[in-house]
């Protein structure tokens, strides 16, 4: 899936699907949202992993790059969602096919037993598309999946893709 795409995409709103996990036990999730900016403003500011706007996210409590080297970065993050608990993500850039793909490093130590993913970013005129494929496991994964109301994976997946809209609106001139 290519980053340059140049005809129009049929995303209005935000589309989850749920996914069937690639491993024999496990869960995964697609999500599909455009955003009203440029690709590469887009990227620019879904790379930015040294920055302090996240945590203007109410999901997320703590955010900071630990290191890069070359196009991969390992961060710390911290959710509202499972208070005193570290995330460790490395994240591997592919700026050519406006592609990253992430994984949590040692999950164990943040009750998962997996997570990894990938999210494509496709260029649609002067707007982006994204697509984010995710698969993970941790208990309780079965009953977040199902959960209709606030707090469950569908409203998690629609804050975060609404906050992600707000901010680099917000923000758009800096990543110019």
Known sequence: M????????????????????????????RIVYRVPVDIDTFWRF?????????????????HRLLRRHKNIAVTETSYAAAPGKHFIWETATDS??????????????????????????????????????????FSGAGFWVV???????????????AWEKEAIMRMQAAYR
Not at 2 to 28: D, N
Not at 106 to 124: C, E, F, K, T
Not at 147 to 161: F, H, I, K, S
């Open 2 to 29: 290519a980053g340059s795409h140049s005809h129009p995409l049929p995303v209005t709103g935000v589309q989850i699907s749920e996914l069937s996990p690639v491993q024999s036990e496990g869960y995964g999730y």
């Open 46 to 62: 879904k790379t930015d992993f040294d920055n302090d706007f996240l945590i203007q996210n109410k999901t997320i409590t703590s």
């Open 96 to 137: 050519d096919n406006y592609q990253m793909q992430f994984r949590l490093i040692d999950p164990r130590s943040s009750g998962q037993r997996y997570h990894w993913g990938v999210i494509q970013l496709i260029r649609d005129g002067g707007q982006t598309v994204v697509i984010q494929q995710a698969y993970f496991d």
């Open 147 to 161: 959960y209709p109301w606030q707090g469950g994976m569908r409203d998690v997946l629609r804050t975060n893709a």
